[in-house]
Every structure is written in structure tokens, then in C-alpha cells.
């Protein structure tokens, strides 16, 4: 059973909120202020797949709660849903800098409602099976010093990224946002996704089919992406390479105010803020070098 975390100080938002949640199979928890989501959350760190957060609360705000679970380790990666009715760009990009990587404006539809939700708990249910991937693999991995892999569809790519993040120090740190640039080398690179597609496809809850329906297309059939992993002096070194056209990556290097309510696009920036220490493209995006100072 999936469980969110509502922190809302009204008591007929949280109410809205919770019933349809519920009514979307949901369990909820509830707070009305800051102190008290925190200690819901610090109590029962491993319950929540998401937190519904509202911006602003009574005694510690909402942006100090987002600021003390992304500090605290066991709750870093949980995803918290920032709802807000201010539309200041600022006061976004200031969530988004802090680690509210999902945005909900108020008022909200439902569906709204349920499609955020749905793709927080999404990402987090896939980070935690990359994380259980990365604790099963041999710990030999750390001895590796150059490696390449050749992967045509998500699960080959999930379980490369797995493996290769043994050969970090702190592969839980890596394993995520080595997935999404590799997720990205299928998507957008050999399949030709367009954002606006991934996009609709979300929506629908049809990505997953409409992946499948492509790599088996005699267009894309033969395309394969690749990893290369390297131990360089004072680096490691993750080159990943697709065989698509390229796309415009420098507007998502950084978490764009804009992209804040969109369904997905967050990938690329976590991947450099959380993951890695650097990220090199070249001009078409066609290849990123992921590097990590050791």
C-alpha cells in the first residue's frame, strides 16, 4: 500500500485532498503544521513514497521541512510535492533549488492532483529498485577499472546502471541519476520521444507501450545505446552515447521555474546536482560524460 504525506493548515484543503487521495487507493497521513509533518516524518521514515508539502504553514514553513528532509539521509530521496498558490517565478525556482522537484498549484483539478502524485510515487518506487539492484550487486565492482555496455531497452539499462554504480564509493548517491542519463539515451536519444510526447504519454499512462512499440520498428530495431565506464586519475568517467539526432540539452541542465508542474524533465539536473559532479555534452547531445571526482 502507498502512503503520502498531506501537510496542509487548512482543514478543508487537507480534507479535500485526502479524500481524493483515498479515493485514488492511496493511505494517507495528515499535518496542519511544519513541527508536526516533521515528526511525522523523522517517527516513520521508511512509510511515505511522497509529500504533498504546502508552501507556506504555522511555525516552521514549508520550505524549512523541504530543507530538513533533504538533509536528513533516509528521507533525501523521498519526493515532496511543493502546493502553492503563489506563481512567482522566484518563489519556485527557490523550492526547486532546495529539492521540490514536483510543484502543485492551488486551486487544482483532481486529475491534476492524482497525475503529480502518481508520477512522484513513480520515480520514487523506481529509485528504491535501483537501490535494491545496487545491494545485490558483487562488491567487486569497486575493483573496476574501464568497462563498456551496449543496452536497448529500460530494464537492460536500469541494471547496467546498478552495476556500474558499485564502482562508486557511494553508489546510492550515483545509481539514480546514472539511470537517467541512460533512460534518456532510449527515450529521447535512439527513440525519437519528443518532450511534448513523453510528455502525453505520462498523461496517458502509455510510455511503457509506446516504448516497446518502438523498439520494434525496423527504424529503430537496430539501434543500441552504449556506457562506458573509466577509473581515470582522480575521476570516474560514465560516457553514454545513443544513435538518435540529438536534442537541445543546455535548457535542462539547470531545474527550469517553467518545467516545475510538468509530469517529467527533471532527470538531466538531478543527475548533475545530486548525482555527479560534472556533465559534458557534446554539441548534439548525441553523448554526456557523467564524471565524478573520487
Known sequence: MTHVLVVEDDPIAQEILVDNLKQAGYRTMSAADGDGS????????DIFCAVLLDRIL??????????????TA????????MQTAKSDQADILDGLKNGAYYYLTKPFLPETLLAIVATAVADYRDYREMRRKVWQATATFGLLTEAEFAYRDPAEA???AALLANTCADPQKVVLGLTELMLN????GNLGISYAEKTQLIRDDTLHEEIDRRLSLPEYMGRQAKVRFERGEGELRFTIRDQGGGFAWREYLEMSPARAFDNHGRGIAMARLLSFDRLDYNESGTEVVAR???
Open 158 to 160: 536500469r541494471d547496467i
Open 292 to 294: 565524478l571526482r573520487v
Open 38 to 45: 516533521w515528526r511525522l516524518l523523522r517517527d516513520n521514515p
Open 58 to 71: 504555522p511555525d516552521m514553513d514549508g520550505l524549512e521541512v523541504l530543507r530538513k528532509i533533504k538533509a
Open 185 to 188: 539515451a532510449i527515450e529521447h
Open 74 to 81: 533516509q528521507l533525501a530521496h523521498i519526493p515532496v510535492i
